[in-house]
Nanobody
Framework: QVTLVESGGGSVQAGGALRVSCEAS????????MAWFRQAPGKQREGVAS??????????SDSVKGRFTLSQEKLDNHITLFLEMNSLQPEDAAMYYC???????????????????WGQGTQVTVSS
């Protein structure tokens, strides 16, 4: 069982930056495949970035590569995944969701079918 709580969304002007956080709480110890997804009104949910927490290996979608950065903090059975978003554009505006699964390091990607646990979402608004 993994519980996810997102925070840190908000409003920013185009070109600005925001950081969103996802705190994962789970039983026992181990690693998680964690990811961020986003969904804008009228659009399909899009995978943004993922990290396998055991190794810190990351994956970014082409739409955010070079602008968004993942990092993590670990404490016992809590892992916080941060998504630092720079050079934000209006097309980045969406509800951002965190997802997690005790997946393997072999394939940790922001693909919906890989994830069992989801957070409630945090809104990111970018004005032009």
């Amino acid at each position: 069982q993994v519980t996810l709580v997102e925070s840190g969304g908000g409003s920013v002007q185009a070109g600005g930056a925001l950081r969103v956080s996802c705190e994962a709480s789970f039983r026992g110890s181990g690693s998680l495949c964690m990811a961020w997804f986003r969904q804008a009104p009228g659009k399909q949910r899009e995978g943004v970035a993922s990290m396998f927490t055991g190794t810190g290996s990351t994956y970014y979608s082409d739409s955010v590569k070079g602008r968004f950065t993942l990092s993590q903090e670990k404490l016992d059975n809590h892992i916080t995944l941060f998504l630092e978003m720079n050079s934000l554009q209006p097309e980045d505006a969406a509800m951002y969701y965190c997802a997690a699964d005790p997946g393997s390091a072999g394939y940790c990607r922001p693909s919906e079918y890989l994830f069992t646990y989801w957070g409630q979402g945090t809104q990111v608004t970018v004005s032009s």
